[in-house]
């Protein structure tokens, strides 16, 4: 299937090419023609999939070719700021020059700049639904017109707490409008969501094949405690192979202290957490996109949504608080095709969290060590997480680290299972 299949407006067609998207990913060879029509949808398919054009191309082509009106016609709802700014880039890039024109509503920026987009003609609105609620309740922004309402991983949004918002704000939409719902599950309270905001909504779940699986190399190494963590990471950044990462840890403070650490040795490093103020967050940001910055270290907040396509490594520095955390960071990387490292660092004691990560994605994360920075502490022998019994294939066999050849521990050298399930 081709771009120049689905009838898009040739300025679509333009800045899909200039995007350098040859073919459509298989979410948006399903999503583009219903989409297209008119139907109600509920996608649920992995971060990196290509979701974001898959319903924005359907949406800017409307948007074109009824030309433009006086309010604004899709709102696109995204659980953070950086999500929602990042859809705006999209959006924005694929609309091009002259395009339907995009208005990004997100908490933490100045309301002047948003009340002064909102003055000028708007097609295309992404919002935080916080940010969207106290404009709505300022009565600055006028719904009546939206045809197209977009719920981008509306499990996310209802995990932070934004039911009644969406609730509220699809309270104040045409009844007759077109839902398109985006979400990692489509089950328990999505789907619940999902029936009250959609009207004879098609289901599309993707299937999680391994060529669209991201070719994200897995490990997982113990330490000792706090000290030798700290050694482990010296020693992952100054592997070669390593262009960009985003380091996480589990608090702020942490966030902080470690990228200041990093900073001190030298390391073009920079903090991304939730404490900081809108602007620090998107210079953060800058710098990651521009290739400054080479380390960013985020809470999970803070990097939820994080797109940047020269990332090769994610490094779990303290392990995340939601298994479902752990998919989600290792999804920046290995984006769109591209093959990227996923380093988790544990405590012995940590073991239990560990085998609900694994439990959650349905495989194992192998076990490594570092020559000379071994853990002292003896590792249990452990039963390997099976979740199948899939024979590993011979491309899994062959499958090699991003980064250097690593010595294989005991665990290592049993089956090894790929990370295939549950991406978001
Ligand atoms: P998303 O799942 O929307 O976050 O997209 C992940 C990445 O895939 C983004 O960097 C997109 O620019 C890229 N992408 C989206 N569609 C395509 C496509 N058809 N071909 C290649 N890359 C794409």
């Not at 009106?69 to 659980?79: D, G, I, S, T």
């Not at 920026?109 to 639904?129: E, F, I, R, S, W």
């Not at 239990?352 to 071994?374: C, D, H, N, Q």
Request: aromatic share 4%; hydrophobic share 40%.
């Amino acid at each position: 299937m081709r771009f120049t299949d689905f009838g898009l407006a040739p300025t679509l067609l333009q800045s899909i090419a200039a995007a350098g998207y040859h073919a459509p990913t298989p979410v948006q060879a399903q999503t583009l023609p219903p989409a297209l029509q008119g139907s109600d949808l509920l996608v649920s398919s992995a971060t990196g999939s290509g979701k974001t054009a898959a319903f924005l191309l359907p949406c800017l082509h409307r948007l074109i070719a009824t030309g433009p009106q006086r309010r604004p016609r899709v709102l696109v709802l995204a659980p953070t700021r950086e999500l929602a700014q990042q859809v705006g880039r999209a959006a924005q890039a694929l609309a091009g020059r002259g395009g339907p024109r995009v208005a990004v509503l997100v908490g933490g920026a100045p309301y002047a700049v948003q009340l002064k987009a909102l003055k000028g003609p708007v097609d295309l609105v992404v919002a935080t639904p916080g940010r969207l609620m106290d404009h709505l309740q300022r009565g600055r922004l006028d719904l009546a017109g939206i045809s197209t309402l977009v719920l981008d991983e509306a499990d996310r949004m209802l995990d932070l707490g934004f039911a009644e918002d969406i609730e509220a704000i699809v309270a104040r939409l045409p009844a007759g409008r077109q839902t398109l719902l985006f979400s990692a599950t489509l089950d328990g309270v999505v789907g619940r969501l999902a029936e009250r905001v959609t009207r004879a909504a098609l289901r599309i779940e993707i299937a999680r094949t391994p060529e669209a699986a991201p070719r994200i190399d897995q490990r997982l190494l113990f330490a000792d405690g706090h000290e030798h963590k700290l050694r482990l990471l010296d020693h992952l950044l100054k592997d070669q192979t390593l262009k960009q990462a985003v380091v996480f840890t589990a608090t702020k403070v942490g966030a902080e202290d470690l990228a200041r650490r990093l900073q001190q040795q030298g390391h073009a490093a920079a903090p991304l957490h939730g404490d900081m103020g809108q602007g620090a967050r998107n210079r953060a940001l800058r710098a990651l996109r521009e290739g400054s910055a080479r380390i960013l270290v985020a809470t999970d907040v803070a990097a939820r949504g994080l797109d940047v396509p020269g990332l090769t490594h994610v490094i779990n520095f303290d392990l995340p608080m939601q298994a479902e955390d752990y998919v989600h960071r290792i999804g920046r990387t290995g984006r769109a095709g591209r093959t990227g490292a996923a380093w988790t660092l544990a405590h012995h004691r940590e073991r239990g969290k560990v085998r609900g990560i694994e439990r959650y994605t349905g495989a194992s994360i192998p076990v490594a060590t570092l020559p000379g920075l071994e853990p002292k502490a003896v590792i249990p022998e452990q039963k390997a997480f099976a979740p199948s019994r899939r024979t590993p294939s011979a491309a899994d066999r062959g499958r090699r680290p991003a980064g250097k050849p690593l010595a294989p521990s005991a665990r290592e050298r049993a089956p090894r299972h790929d990370m295939r399930h549950r991406q978001h």
